[in-house]
């Protein structure tokens, strides 16, 4: 399974973009890139995920580099409610059913947003 | 916007004692998945589920566990003699099948499960 690696912690101003890397070094070419966050103790919430190329919804936006073997999680406009741990996922298949399998979280990223 | 719902959202139980964890996924999903979170530590894949059997467990889903979609809304955990270390919060997800890496998995709020 492919490790991904994360700052443990960090910071942003309310209000600013947040960035948060993620490394996959390992990754596999049929391989998705999963980005999750947690509140607390909440169940993980699904922010995002893409293969190769960026990928943008109503939450955040997903670069991906060209090698994929790193990506960026950007928040346009961070507020005090994102204040999460935040989970890059490299997602494994389930090649017997032919479909994405298990989530393999790791310590993530606790991103602090600051008024 | 479905939701997966989980319950009850506490249990306490003694140890040696049987719990049954319930959820109930969004109601289009075909596949299902238990994980859980110790307190402090990762989030854990358990078991996922899809057509009525185990489609992947992991070392953690052992004989203690098992796993059933009693009718067509509703998905369980059953441990059969709780220890102290399955102290944990427990999540229930679901997804609704689609083809390779595209399918995505949505979380329920949690069961947080204390033995004593």
């Known amino acids: 399974d492919a490790k991904t690696t994360q700052p443990p912690s960090m910071d942003c101003a309310e209000g600013r973009a947040a960035n948060l890397p993620c490394n996959h070094s390992?990754?596999?070419?049929?391989?998705?890139v999963y980005w999750y966050r947690q509140i607390h103790s909440q169940g993980p919430q699904y922010i995002i995920h893409?293969?190769?190329n960026n990928e943008t919804n109503e939450m955040a936006s997903l670069i991906i580099t060209e090698d994929r073997k790193s990506s960026t999680l950007i928040l346009p406009h961070a507020t005090l409610r994102d204040t999460a741990v935040y989970y890059c996922?490299?997602?494994?298949?389930?090649?017997?059913?032919?479909?994405?399998?298990?989530?393999?979280f790791g310590q993530g990223t606790e991103l602090s947003v600051k008024p | 916007e479905p939701e997966v719902t989980q319950t009850p959202s506490h249990q306490v139980t003694q140890m040696g004692q049987e719990v049954i964890l319930r959820c109930v996924p969004i109601?289009?999903?075909?596949?299902f998945y238990w994980y859980r979170q110790i307190l402090g530590q990762k989030v854990e894949f358990l078991v996922s589920?899809?057509?009525?059997?185990?489609?992947?467990k992991s070392e953690i889903f052992d004989d203690q566990f098992s796993v059933e979609r009693p009718d067509g809304s509703n998905f369980t955990l059953k441990i059969r003699s709780t220890k102290l270390e399955d102290s944990a919060m427990y999540f229930c997800?679901?997804?609704?099948?689609?083809?390779?890496?595209?399918?995505?998995?949505?979380f329920g709020p949690g069961t947080r499960l204390t033995v004593l």
């Open positions: 997800a679901s997804s609704e099948g689609r083809p390779w890496g595209t399918d995505t998995q949505y």
């Open positions: 390992t990754i596999s070419g049929n391989e998705y």
């Open positions: 893409g293969l190769k």
């Open positions: 996922i490299v997602r494994p298949l389930n090649l017997i059913y032919n479909q994405g399998g298990k989530l393999i």
């Open positions: 109601s289009n999903h075909l596949y």
């Open positions: 589920f899809y057509n009525n059997e185990i489609s992947e």
